[in-house]
């Protein structure tokens, strides 16, 4: 019987063989790349919101503390969102016939609530606590980013299990004093190399790394 | 015969498959997705109560454990049908810090950081606020602060859904403590912080 294939197929079989290993490879990394992409992620993309909130004229334009708005991040998990009171204590006289500020009167007049778009939504499976990195020295920048700086908000960061875990391995290299968990564009005065691990001595910071402090 | 059994049997077991196929590739549908579980978040939306949110308000009329407020002058301000003239409860150091941390996030941006009535909101055009160095208000009892923050006053909306009522009774006593400041003289220093601000104002004397 005469040969069906030629010699030279057994190298092209033996590449095919070698190639194969470089698309499951190559597959993957796009798999992991997708997963990290900002495409999937969402980071860094100003989210649409039914009133053109800013950050920026309201914190750094006007120096108001965080706590005035997000009234529950101490003492509790959720930071909370400022009901339409809370703008409308202001908003009563500042731009007070603006078309802009239009839904936020109506939901004040009607008592319906204005629904804003989560920017930040962690999966149902992990359990996360605002009031304990507040007390323990972890700044709203270091999570959310120059929240100053954001006409409209986004998410700075992941929040993926790698981000959380980066410092929760470390948690010294991300401190800073209580007095300074609200303010933007801190800088330590010291190294942080010697000021963290001080931090964390005085705050009794640990490095909670047990699957079950965030699945439970 | 056999054979044609046989090939019904195959193609039944073919139908089998196909049907077994689709059904694992449907129930893919109705997975019950793991990062919406079917528990409410705080202040999401629900599409089951009229309102649509999710978290419940109180029946008017409803006292929760805890929320019996029995104490008139802790809770209103008032001691039978006059404005108290005294603390509820005695103001520690920690209380006045306190006092002066909510201030300066709740108050300051109108009343300003000294309570002169010139906070930043005001800059940009909201009333201002009567200054609280004036004659009157040095002569009011902070029952009355805590009334203004509790129910408003005038053009000024309410703080009582974001100050707890010690929060309250430690920001009036926060205000006594600017009118004092503000009114200080050189004779009512103690005599390190006198000398200190001497110093401080090029040694005059």
Sequence with gaps: MAQIFHPSTNTISRFSIFG????????????????????????????????????????????????????????????????????????????????????????????????????????????????????????????????????????????????????????????????????????????????????????????????????? | MKSNRSISWNRNRAVLGVLATLLVLAATGCRQDMHDQPRFEPLERSSFFEDRKAGRMQVVGTVARGELNEDAHLHTGFVGDDLATTFPFAMTREDLARGRQRFDIMCSPCHGRVGHGDGIVVQRGFR?????????????????????????????????????????????AYIRVLQLSQAATMGDLPGDVKSEFQDAMGGAR
């Design chain 1, 20 to 216: 194969a290993l470089f698309a499951v490879a190559g597959l993957l990394w796009l798999v992991l790349f997708m997963n990290r992409s900002y495409y999937s992620t969402q980071v860094n993309v100003p989210r649409e919101q039914p009133v053109p909130f800013s950050h920026k004229h309201h914190v750094s334009g006007l120096g108001i503390d965080c706590r005035h708005c997000h009234t529950s991040v101490e003492e509790s998990a959720f930071a909370g969102i400022p009901p339409t009171k809370t703008c409308m204590n202001c908003h009563s006289q500042i731009w007070a016939d603006a078309p802009m500020l239009e839904p936020v009167r109506e939901s004040y007049r009607s008592n319906e609530s204005l629904e804003w778009t989560r920017v930040h939504d962690l999966p149902d499976f992990v359990y996360f606590n605002h009031s304990i990195h507040v007390k323990k020295g972890v700044g709203c920048e270091t999570c959310h980013g120059r929240v100053d700086q954001m006409p409209l908000m986004w998410k700075e960061n992941t929040l993926q299990m790698e981000w959380c875990w980066s410092c929760h391995e470390q948690p010294e290299t991300h401190l800073r004093p209580r007095d300074e968990v609200f303010a933007m564009g801190w800088k330590p005065a010291e190294s942080q190399a010697e000021l963290g691990p001080k931090l964390a001595a005085e705050y009794n910071v640990r490095s909670a790394l047990d699957c079950s402090v965030c699945h439970r």
């Design chain 2, 128 to 172: 201002a606020p009567p200054s609280y160095h004036s004659e009157r208000l040095r002569g009011v009892p902070p029952g009355h602060f805590f009334d203004v923050v509790t129910n408003g006053f005038g053009a000024m909306g309410d703080f009582s859904d974001r100050l707890s009522v010690e929060d309250r009774w430690r920001v009036a």
